[in-house]
């Protein structure tokens, strides 16, 4: 099964600032990556697909690049409703796989 | 409205089987898969499997091969995981998605997967003796 891994576990950020999420694949997922956003105690919330491809409603500075094995999602000016777990997942082969996840907090 | 409704809480001994369910409403539900995802208390998403909602077609990931059954029923709109033997660390909030949407061209019929956009409220699963 492909690998997911993202970096680094945790990011500190202040309010304002641009947060730069890693995510890397065992092998090429080619562009069947997706982001997450997850707060405690809520379902996971689609943010981008097709690695740059926002979902819908999702503000623009949320961005994500990358294809094959490494891509990116930034946000831009870190709003406070933004500190959250964000993961990774491929859908290029089954099985399906997520990233072990990224915190962003607050610094 | 669309969304996805998931069943309430359970509670089971080890070994025991679990089913949860996952209704639609507000889209065409057979022109969607669903996917399963867990996650442990604390710990990162799980992809468990994958069904087509429009013929039963089933991707489950290998780690739950042979212990999990995934289902679905267009008559109420609901998709179903099931998941025997349940050990401690089944312990678990269980989630649906919808992932991928059916398209058929010249009588064959394939899914465009655009990652899993609508979200169940999730469905924890305690196991304990």
């Known amino acids: 099964e492909i690998v997911m891994t993202q970096s680094p576990a945790t990011l500190s950020v202040s309010p304002g600032d641009t947060a730069t999420l890693s995510c890397r694949a065992s092998q090429s997922v080619s562009s069947n990556l997706a982001w997450y956003q997850q707060k405690p105690g809520l379902a996971p919330r689609l943010l981008i697909y097709?690695?740059?491809s926002r979902a819908t409603g999702l503000p623009a500075r949320f961005s994500g690049s990358g294809s094959g094995t490494g891509f990116t999602l930034t946000i831009s000016s870190l709003q406070s409703e933004d500190f959250a777990i964000y993961y990774c997942?491929?859908?290029?082969?089954?099985?399906?796989?997520f990233g072990q996840g990224t915190k962003v907090e607050i610094k | 409205q669309v969304q996805l409704v998931q069943s309430g809480a359970e509670v089971k001994k080890p070994g025991a089987s679990v089913k949860v369910s996952c209704k639609a409403s507000?889209?065409?539900?057979?022109?969607?898969?669903i996917s399963w995802v867990r996650q442990a208390p604390g710990q990162g998403l799980e992809w468990m499997g994958w069904?087509?909602?429009?013929?039963?077609?089933?991707n489950y990931a290998q780690k739950f091969q042979g212990r999990v059954t995934m289902t679905s029923d267009t008559s109420t709109n609901t998709a179903y995981m099931e998941l025997r033997s349940l050990r401690s660390d089944d312990a678990a909030v269980y989630y649906c998605?919808?992932?991928?949407?059916?398209?058929?061209?010249?009588?064959?019929?394939?899914?465009?997967?655009?990652?899993?956009?609508?979200w169940g409220q999730g469905t924890t699963v305690t196991v304990s003796s």
């Open positions: 997942q491929q859908y290029n082969n089954w099985p399906w796989t």
């Open positions: 069904i087509s909602t429009y013929n039963g077609n089933t």
């Open positions: 097709g690695a740059s």
């Open positions: 998605a919808s992932s991928g949407e059916k398209s058929t061209i010249y009588g064959v019929v394939s899914y465009y997967y655009n990652g899993m956009d609508l």
């Open positions: 507000g889209y065409t539900f057979s022109s969607y898969g």
